[in-house]
């Protein structure tokens, strides 16, 4: 039997490691690709991170015509869209901002969106996977009657990265409590899932990718988004145009 020296097995073995993925490694490239993809929520309600806010293409593949920013600074949407209504919540993604004093304003926005049958609403933050997806949550609560709970469960089964932070989560259920009371919220019928959204798109480097959360360079990709199986203070916001 032929055997090597105990260095020689060490260095093939961090070889192996490095050409070897991690579970880790995998798991974070699985997310950075969901971070770039718009989830349909509900019919005409999608959440996604910077990346989809930013970018022309999916905007108009989806139809968006408002979009709820939470993120420290206002984005800069493609200046060819010049009908899109948007309200910006500049806070930032640590269990000590405060959120809450947002959500009412969030929840009335895109619930008068929703109304109207011709609009889509687009809700981001960074990633989609705390601050804004605590701002869905916070409308289907005061909307849609869920409770927290509910709301959340709902989420995540249409966007399987939704984490918001342990603050976030205290604060939507202070908000449910204001909005209803004690009142015993009943589990409504929830929607189907919506179906899948094919967004096909080339680009260049937007800002989103600055942030590292994809490849710069030009590149394009075509998929199917598909919802899973289920299952500090800040100033006040500022309304677009």
Same mark, same amino acid.
């Given at each position: 039997?032929?055997?090597?020296?105990?260095?020689?097995?060490?260095?093939?073995?961090?070889?192996? @490691?490095?050409?070897?993925?991690?579970?880790?490694? +995998? +798991?974070?490239?699985?997310?950075?690709?969901?971070?770039?993809?718009?989830?349909?929520?509900?019919?005409?309600?999608?959440?996604?991170?910077?990346?989809? @806010?930013?970018?022309?293409?999916?905007?108009?593949?989806?139809?968006?015509?408002?979009?709820?920013?939470?993120?420290?600074?206002?984005? /800069?949407?493609?200046?060819?869209?010049?009908?899109? /209504?948007?309200?910006?919540?500049?806070?930032?993604?640590?269990?000590?901002? $405060?959120?809450?004093?947002?959500?009412?304003?969030?929840?009335?926005?895109?619930?008068?969106?929703?109304? $109207?049958?011709?609009?889509?609403?687009?809700?981001?933050? @960074?990633?989609?996977?705390?601050?804004?997806?605590?701002?869905?949550?916070?409308?289907?609560? @005061?909307?849609?009657?869920?409770?927290?709970?509910?709301? =959340?469960?709902?989420?995540?089964?249409?966007?399987?990265?939704?984490?918001?932070?342990?603050?976030? =989560?205290?604060? =939507?259920?202070?908000?449910?409590?204001?909005?209803?009371?004690?009142?015993?919220?009943?589990?409504?019928?929830?929607?189907?899932?919506?179906?899948?959204?094919?967004?096909?798109?080339?680009?260049?480097?937007?800002?989103?990718?600055?942030?590292?959360?994809?490849?710069?360079?030009?590149?394009?990709?075509?998929?199917?988004?598909?919802?899973?199986?289920?299952?500090?203070?800040?100033?006040?916001?500022?309304?677009?145009?």
């Amino acid at each position: 039997m032929l055997s090597f020296a105990p260095s020689v097995n060490n260095a093939a073995r961090h070889m192996v @490691a490095q050409a070897r993925p991690s579970h880790q490694s +995998r +798991r974070e490239a699985m997310i950075r690709e969901a971070a770039q993809t718009p989830s349909e929520i509900t019919s005409r309600l999608f959440l996604s991170g910077l990346y989809t @806010a930013v970018d022309e293409e999916q905007l108009i593949a989806i139809g968006v015509t408002h979009i709820v920013s939470v993120i420290e600074h206002r984005p /800069k949407y493609p200046k060819t869209l010049t009908k899109l /209504k948007t309200l910006h919540i500049p806070v930032e993604d640590s269990e000590y901002a $405060d959120l809450l004093q947002h959500l009412e304003v969030t929840s009335a926005f895109i619930n008068s969106a929703l109304e $109207d049958r011709r609009n889509v609403v687009l809700v981001h933050c @960074a990633m989609g996977i705390s601050r804004s997806p605590t701002v869905v949550c916070a409308y289907l609560v @005061a909307h849609r009657g869920m409770s927290p709970h509910q709301a =959340l469960e709902y989420v995540v089964s249409r966007r399987a990265i939704v984490r918001p932070n342990s603050g976030f =989560l205290r604060q =939507l259920n202070i908000f449910a409590n204001r909005m209803h009371g004690s009142k015993k919220l009943r589990r409504p019928g929830l929607p189907p899932p919506p179906p899948p959204v094919r967004v096909t798109v080339t680009r260049s480097m937007t800002e989103a990718e600055r942030y590292g959360w994809s490849r710069p360079g030009p590149h394009s990709y075509s998929r199917d988004v598909r919802p899973p199986p289920p299952g500090q203070m800040t100033r006040r916001g500022s309304m677009g145009p």
